[in-house]
């Protein structure tokens, strides 16, 4: 095995191993969130009547349609605009450009992990809704209120990221920039940095082609 052979796989593998931390970031992420998620809307369902209830579960179903406009915004997103920004030391440039350059990852977090999160929550949230309009004795037909509220919850879901999916792709560079900008600003301020840093890695690689 020749000298270029043996650095491109060590590029590689240096690649691979920082995408596998950052995995492991999202799944720790993702646990807490689940957990956070659920605890605060387990408890505030608990404590409030049903109108604020029913505007927790909007809330819920709008933090799923804002992650999945983000995933799909950063995967539709182009590299080229936000070197620019990086090269001219705008904030948020860099972290914009590791969005797009790991847009798989991105993506699976954002559509999947709280899209996944969100669904599952929301139903519960609906289930609650339900006993707690039933327990209030206005409505005693338990079936067809969480017929009715399922078929809101869903077309909330359903609609809301098919419109998110048209803001997503019109204005991905306005999207992508947005969400490196807050995590520019996660980095700095407090110090969570939750992106793979590989840009050393393919300047390595560039070197050593030439």
């Known amino acids: ?27 720790i992420l993702a646990f807490g969130l689940s957990v956070f998620f659920s605890t605060i809307s387990e408890f505030l369902l608990d404590k409030v009547n049903f109108l604020t209830s029913f505007f927790i579960l909007l809330v819920i179903i709008i933090i799923g349609i804002f992650f999945d406009i983000i995933g799909i915004a950063v ?3 182009n590299e080229a605009p936000f070197h620019a920004m990086a090269a001219d030391k705008v904030p948020g440039g860099k972290e914009a450009v ?9 993506s699976n977090f954002c559509n999947d992990v ?21 327990a209030s004795g206005y409505v005693k037909n338990e079936v067809l209120i ?16 098919a419109l998110g999916k048209g ?38 690689g560039r070197r050593e082609k030439e």
């Open 98 to 106: 590791r969005l797009v350059r790991n847009a798989d990852i991105v």
């Open 114 to 134: 709280i899209g996944d999160i969100c669904g599952i929550i929301s139903g519960a949230a609906g289930a609650a809704i339900v006993l707690k309009i039933t």
């Open 167 to 204: 803001i997503a792709i019109k204005n991905s560079k306005t999207v992508v920039y947005s969400v490196g900008l807050i995590l520019h600003k996660l980095k700095n301020n407090i110090g969570i940095n939750l992106l793979p840093d590989n840009t050393n890695n393919r300047k390595n």
């Open 1 to 27: 095995m020749d000298i270029d052979s043996k650095k491109k796989k060590s590029v590689k593998k240096n690649n691979g191993s920082s995408k596998a931390n950052w995995i492991y970031k999202v799944f």
């Open 75 to 77: 995967t539709s997103s």
């Open 146 to 161: 969480s017929i009715i509220l399922t078929g809101i919850i869903s077309t909330l879901t359903i609609g809301g990221k």
